[in-house]
């Protein structure tokens, strides 16, 4: 098993930024080729939850639209964002995981600026898009990292400007330690890790991984001035049911609505598997 390993000079008991930067740098090299196999899993609740997202992300963007999609990985977002004509650029801390997003947007005819880097450091001007996206990326920053990316989200959006996320929910696994639609991508919520199990390569890979609560986002985008305008509790009803029960048609179809009716409503959209969020920038 490939693992992030404690040095002798720790903050809190994690490991440094750069060291947790590294591991998830060379977890990601490892799985980049068989990355879009593994995410989303299959089946009627992973179908419900992966439809929410892109609800959700895909049609708030417009053609025209400057989009940067940090945390971009092999494009999962990036490509139909792009393919719906928005300007989009992509920032990913893994070449590997690039690789495969440009080889999917050369596949289509598509573009977009795609550059490795730090979420910390955004190496783009001051007020460059409308719109900033970032999608089961951000459990990876170092705790210690977290303030200066959110501050660098804020630089980097125009006035008036927005932050789409989506983001593990640490209230839902206060009351659900385990995972409950992934089956080879695991995390580990007492270790703060992500387990990449049966990979081509037969290894394990671990890497860290720090799930966000409803008051750790609004907190952090108040620090930097925004203010959230939408949180939404991605799959807070799916989450408890059997595939088994969900394969019938109805029930899925009644579960479905039902998410859609109440994943906005407090107190659900606190408790949701996921939480997926909208947060704006002043205009002026």
């Avoid at 740098?25 to 089946?43: C, N």
């Avoid at 393919?83 to 596949?107: N, T, Y």
């Avoid at 289509?108 to 007020?127: C, I, N, Q, T, V």
């Avoid at 952090?220 to 989450?239: E, Q, Y």
């Amino acid at each position: 098993m490939t693992t992030f390993q404690q040095p002798t000079n720790v903050s809190n008991g994690y490991p440094r930024p750069d060291e947790q930067k590294d591991t998830v740098k060379s977890v990601y090299r490892q799985v980049a080729e068989e990355y879009d196999e593994r995410i989303p899993g299959a089946g009627p609740s992973d179908d419900l939850f992966t439809r929410s997202e892109r609800d959700f992300l895909i049609d708030s963007i417009s053609s025209g639209e400057k989009v940067l999609d940090i945390g971009c990985g092999t494009g999962r977002f990036t490509v139909p964002m792009a393919d719906k004509g928005a300007q989009v650029s992509g920032l990913d801390i893994s070449r590997s995981m690039l690789e495969v997003a440009e080889r999917k947007l050369h596949e289509r005819g598509l573009s977009a600026d795609l550059r490795e880097g730090d979420m910390a450091h955004l190496p783009f001007p001051d007020a460059s898009f409308d719109t900033v996206t970032s999608m089961l990326a951000l459990m990876h920053i170092p705790l210690a990292d977290r303030p200066a990316v959110f501050a660098e989200v804020q630089r980097v959006l125009r006035p008036g400007g927005r932050m789409l996320l989506g983001v593990k929910n640490s209230v839902f696994e206060e009351m659900f330690t385990g995972d409950r639609f992934a089956s080879v991508d695991v995390t580990d919520v007492e270790s703060k890790q992500l387990l990449f199990t049966n990979t081509r390569s037969g290894e394990e890979y671990v890497a860290p991984w720090y799930s966000f609560s409803p008051r750790d986002l609004t907190t952090l985008f108040a620090t930097v001035g925004m203010t959230v305008t939408r949180l939404r509790g991605n799959s807070p009803i799916a989450v408890w049911l059997a595939d088994e029960v969900l394969r019938d048609e109805g029930v899925r179809s009644f579960v479905g609505a039902a998410e859609r009716f109440l994943a906005e409503v407090p107190p659900f959209n606190h408790f949701g598997y996921h939480l997926l969020v909208e947060a704006v920038k002043p205009a002026v």
